[in-house]
């Protein structure tokens, strides 16, 4: 079963980052991922995605955990919840991410796919 990635999608550089790893794994993790959706879109998007989805990974850019907030606001409970800063990603700020960050992002998030 594949996994929807819901990524926080913020402002910051650890949000910024959720966004890209998520794209960038909806083209590269030969099926693992079926979809990306940013919680900054509409409810009836999320709602719409949500209910679609085979599987949710939550991804976060820190530990406010906006992503799970929102989802869970919905009544939904994430299959599985990951946060770039607890993989080791420093949050600083407006940066944009870097390429090493998004490889390191993406490795964990299919780590945890495939568990």
């Known amino acids: ?43 009836a998007a999320l709602e719409a995605a949500a209910r679609h989805a085979d599987r949710i990974l939550v991804l976060d850019g820190c530990g406010d955990c906006c992503g799970r907030k929102k989802i869970q606001a919905l009544g939904v409970e994430p299959h599985l919840h990951l946060v770039a800063t607890d993989c080791g990603i420093e949050k600083n700020g407006m940066a944009d991410p870097r390429f090493d960050e998004i490889e390191r992002l993406s490795a964990a998030v299919l780590k945890a796919i495939r568990g």
């Not at 819901?6 to 910024?16: E, M, Q, T």
């Not at 790893?21 to 079926?34: D, F, I, K, N, W």
């Open 1 to 43: 079963m594949a996994f929807t990635i819901v990524a926080c999608s913020g402002v910051s550089n650890a949000g910024k980052l959720t966004a890209q790893t998520g794209e960038m794994l909806l083209r590269c993790s030969c099926g693992a991922v079926e979809a990306c959706i940013a919680v900054t879109r509409p409810t």
